[in-house]
């Protein structure tokens, strides 16, 4: 991998030059030139100081070939800077002009049928055309030549969300670019073979003109795995190569201002390997929408953790979410009283110092005119925009009180993403079809959440070794080389806790040998004392066949189970499976959970799938084990139950099943920010729950109190929202969405 670029900030217009940016993508293009006037008018009374400006403004910008006009735009930029808002200016490549494509349909990309990827919508190019690139690189220096020294663009804002639209194309400008792609990979035609397993189905590759695509070969051809994870990769790298060029070419005229581009992390994404991407950007920004449901909270929190180590632990920027409901999915819910702030805080508790929002003022025309936005449909009397200008002072408090530049405080425990073994999940020549790596991720960090334990989520490619515990759930695959630091991280005394579908294949998706998991030529297996032969999955599909396999510790398991036929002699078994269901596959005594004392340290193996409460439970179990290293910020029971008795039965969590029953979970999210020096700490406090909950011996003096009530005696007979909060001592109550901040100084001598 290459080094990564120096951490650049983009200025704000204050007069220092700092403060939490707070803004959003605006889009002025849409409405007449008078709606600036008052945009800004509402901006400031918002106190929004920076916008994403000029997106999709290509067209604006150059109406016809070669014609450049920034009369428009120039005018935008003056009045936003005149009013103290700064702009993270587009290269506005992102959608072109349909000139471009009536006179160039050769750009457009293609699909795995062949059919051309017609223009209209946007990202309707082929990532490897020349003649789009030409287009593309043109425009940027038009750019860059213009606003060079324009001091209000304090930032570029490189196309948008790259590969959201043209991820994939199979177009003969692909095919030449991937044969070029496998010839530096591979360099001889026989590794290329060896690696793609050729020898099956008779696909031999003579020489790299040969190489294809992974077009449609018909409804039930395979696509052959490794071949389709190259295709991945290669996709991936065709698109930071063009963000590079683009970015290149700016930077060439006006090196002096930062660079971005708009990543998509959430938990059910996985576009880029942003491991990757983060390194060429000089700040790390995301566009992160909500998912529905109770895990709201905590699935931003999990994807955030991610965010916060692509940006190597330096602060990042939202460069979008939603003030409420979005217009794309089949379920498009709103947000409740108090999330829009709740959210925004809560992505500046992870670490985030810019707070931005897909849009400014939502578009009454076009596809998106149902997605909410800072300014709705119903105008600056609305709840939204109230909450908009709630929010804007919060992060103003928030600047004054210096959160910007402090650092999110690691937890002791990595959860390992791996965006290589997302893709290969995704293969559908698996023993089952129902895998998700990035849903793994999230149940290990939510479960862990349930027992008061935050845990960072990591790239595998990155440096994890300082790190406790490292846990790899479906990282499926596992090169030998990663085996190998993996084995060395353990013998110096790390844990791991490796899962059920891990290490199963190489990085050219080849089964290792020998026994299950087969990577690193048996080191994984030597490292866990374990071997096992068969995978019994489990599903609805199979009748009359049990759904269900329970364990031997109580747990249950659902999809999958390693049949482990032997164990080193010093694995400790720690579940095996157990009940009627196990016997019935021949499970009965098999285990499960085990493990194994490796160099200084300890290899775990979770052997079959567990969700995110049977998770839980395992970690709550293996208390004072040293599995999950030093509970991060949160201490199991902290929280909810220990506020003195009578608040404890208020605040119990009711159980998710028996063995859970006196272990109600932590309700609240608690993490930390502090400066480099030590000098200053900020608290954040989330309430994950439905229901107020109550916490107490809270630090430092609260900056912000949002949804939150305060007890100030915490004497007998309080009572706060029905709450008993006696003997709460400097008592807070956290209603629903609620999040309190709270800040410590520490004078240094
Ligand atoms: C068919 C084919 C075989 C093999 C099996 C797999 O029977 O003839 O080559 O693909 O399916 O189930
Ligand atoms: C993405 C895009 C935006 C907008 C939003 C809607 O994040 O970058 O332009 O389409 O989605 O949620």
Known sequence: MTARRPFRWPALLTESGRGIAFGGDYNPDQWPDEMVAEDIRLMREAKVNTVALAIFSWDRIEPREGEFTFDWLDSVIDQLGAAGIAVDLASATAAAPLWLYETHPEVLPIDKYGHVVNAGSRQSWRPTSPVFRQYALDLCRRLAEHYRDNPTVTAWHM???????NRYDYSDDALKAFRLWCERKYGTIEALNEAWGTAFWSQHVNSFDEVLLPRHMGGDAMVNPPQQLDFERFGNDMLLDFYKAERDAIEAICPDKPFTTNFMVSTDQCTMDYAQWAREVDFVSNDHYFHEGESHLDELACSDALMDSLSG?????????????????????????????RDSLAHVAMGADAINFFQWRQSSSGAEAFHSAMVPHAGADSKVFRGVCELGEALETLSRAGVQGTELRRAGTAILFSAESEWAIRSQTLPSMKLSHWHDVRDWYR???????????????YDWSGYKTIILPTVLVLSERDVRRIADFVRAGGNVVVGYATGLVDEHFHAGLGGYPGAGDGLL?????VRSEEFNILGTEAEGEPVTIGLSNGLETHLWQNDVTSTAPDTTIMATYAGDAASDWELDGVPAITSHPYGQGAAIYVGCDLDRHAIARLAAAADGLPWFGEPACVKPGDYGDAAGPTAATANAV??????????????????????????VRFDFYMNRAKESVAVHDVPGEPIIAHRCSRSPSGSAGDIADGIDITGVADGWLLRRNAILVTRTVHRQE
Not at 325 to 330: F, L
Not at 667 to 674: A, F, K, M, P, S
């Open 525 to 529: 297996r030597d490292m866990l004392g």
């Open 447 to 461: 479960g862990l959440l349930d027992v008061g334990r935050r845990a960072d989520v990591v790239p595998l490619a």
């Open 313 to 341: 632990g330096r602060p990042w920027y939202v460069m979008e979410h939603s003030t409420s409901a979005v217009q794309w999915k089949p379920l498009n819910t709103r947000k409740r009283a108090g999330e829009l702030v």
């Open 654 to 679: 009711p159980s998710e099943d028996a063995a859970g029953a006196n272990a109600p979970a932590p309700r609240i999210l608690h993490t930390v920010r502090e400066s480099a020096d030590g000098a």
């Open 159 to 165: 196309g948008n969300e790259y590969g959201w639209n």
